[in-house]
C-alpha cells in the first residue's frame, strides 16, 4: 500500500521531468524549488502541486541561508518526507536541507564526497583506490613541490563544478603560477592533478540500502574535458558487460561507491584507463549523468534511470522491497554537438538504428540502438563526420557549465 508521501525536489537546472511524473504516478506530493529564471520551461506542471522560485546570485548559486529560511515556510505546513537534488549543483543545497530540517538522506559530510573533487580525491586515496597524483594548491611550498615530484602536464580543476567546466591544461610551472595567481580569492576552490592520457569510461549506477542494483558501463569517445575545450562532438557508447573493460571497470566502480558511503540513490561516476592499463578513479556524483546519458542507457538497457530512481525512492519511503529488471540487452551510443542552426536539418543522418533525435535547440543530438556494437561504432564514426562538415558550430568554451 502506497502512502502518500511529499517529495521536495531541487533543481537550479531545467531536468527531472520523468523522476517527477513517476513521483506523481506513484500517488505523491511533489513540490519543486527551482531558479527563478527557468518559470517559462515546459515542467510536468501536471505532477508538480507546489513550486517556488529562487533567485540566482549568479548561474546555478541561491542564497542558501534564505533557503533554509523558506524551506522553514513549507515545514509548517508539509510533512517532508524526502528532499531530491536533481543536479549536481543542487547536491550541496539538498545536503544542508536535510541537515538542518533532520530530513533523511545524503548529508553534509557525505555529499563532500560526491560533489568536492579535492575530498572525493582524498577518500579514494585514502582507501586505497587508484586515483591521478593530486595537491591541494593551498599552500605555496606544497604545490612547488608537487610540481616536483609529479611531472607535468597537469589540470588544475575547480574542486566543485560540473561537467568539464573551469578545467584548464598546465603544461609547465612557468604556466602554472600565473595561472594560480589569477584565481586570486577563488584560489581554495581548485585543485591540481597530474594528466594521465588514456581512455575515459562513466559507470550510471541506482544504489538500494548500499546494493548497486543496477549498472550500465561506457565509454567516452571524445572526452568530455576535450570537447568542451576543443569543441567538437561529444559521443560514447555502452560496453558489453562480459568484456574485459567493464570487469576492471566493476571493481573500481564498486569500491568508490561502498567506500564514499552512498546508501541510496543515482550515481554517475568516471574513470580513465591509462596506459599502463589499469583503471584510476576521476571523479563520481551522487546523481543522474547529464549530456542526455539517461537516454543511451535506456536505448541499450530498457531502464529510464530517472523513472526507477523515482521508483526506488518510492520504495523506501514506503519501506517495501525495491527490484529492477533490464528488459533489453542491447548496446547504445550518443552524439551530441552543437549546431549552427537552430534546428538543424537531420534527414541526412537518419539511419535504421536511430531511436531518437533530441530536441535540443542549436544542438544535433542523435540516441543510438543495435544488438550489435561494431555497428554502433561505425554508426557514431559516420554521423560524427556528416556533423563535424555540414551542422557543427564550435564557440569558446565558456567560463560557466550548461548542464
Known sequence: MNMEKTIVCISCYYKGYDFMDEC??????????????LKEKPWPWHAI???????????????????????????KNHQIDAVI????????????????????????????YFRDKLAMRQQAKDNGISVPEFSSIFNDAKLHQFTQDVPGPWVLKPRSEAS???????????????????????????LLEAFK??????????????????????????????VSHEGGVFR????????????????????????????????????????????YFLETSSRVGGAHIPDMVEAAT???????????????LNNVPYKIEENKKLYGGLIVALAKDKHP????????????????????????????????????DEAAQLVTEQILNILPPKDKPTS
Open 24 to 37: 506523481k504516478k506513484l500517488g505523491n506530493k511533489v513540490i519543486l524549488i527551482t531558479s527563478e529564471n
Open 49 to 75: 502541486d507546489e513550486i517556488y522560485y529562487m533567485p540566482e546570485l549568479e548561474p546555478s548559486v541561491w542564497n542558501l541561508d534564505h533557503l533554509v529560511q523558506g524551506f522553514a515556510y513549507l515545514m
Open 85 to 112: 537534488a536533481l543536479d549536481d549543483y543542487d547536491v550541496e543545497k539538498a545536503a544542508m536541507i536535510r541537515e538542518t530540517y533532520r530530513i533523511p538522506g545524503m548529508g553534509q559530510t557525505t555529499h563532500r
Open 164 to 190: 568539464a567546466s573551469g578545467i584548464k591544461k598546465i603544461n609547465s610551472a612557468d604556466e602554472l603560477w600565473p595561472a594560480v595567481e589569477n584565481l586570486g580569492d577563488e584560489r581554495y576552490k581548485f
Open 197 to 226: 592520457p588514456g581512455d575515459v569510461y562513466h559507470v550510471d549506477c541506482l544504489v538500494y540500502n548500499k546494493e548497486i542494483v543496477f549498472s550500465c558501463f561506457s565509454k567516452y569517445l571524445s572526452p568530455p574535458m576535450k
Open 236 to 279: 560514447t557508447k555502452t560496453l558489453d558487460k562480459n568484456s574485459e573493460e567493464v570487469k576492471g571497470l566493476e571493481q573500481i566502480n564498486r569500491e568508490v561507491l561502498t567506500k564514499f558511503g552512498i546508501q541510496n540513490g543515482a550515481t554517475h561516476s568516471e574513470f580513465i584507463r591509462g596506459i599502463d592499463g589499469q583503471y
Open 302 to 316: 530498457g531502464v529510464n534511470i530517472w523513472r526507477e530512481w523515482a521508483r526506488l525512492e518510492n520504495a523506501l
Open 345 to 380: 536539418e537531420t534527414k541526412v543522418l537518419y539511419t535504421s538504428e536511430v531511436v531518437k533525435f533530441l530536441p535540443i535547440d542549436y544542438h544535433v543530438g542523435i540516441v543510438y540502438q543495435s544488438d550489435n556494437a561494431e555497428k554502433i561504432q561505425q554508426r557514431l
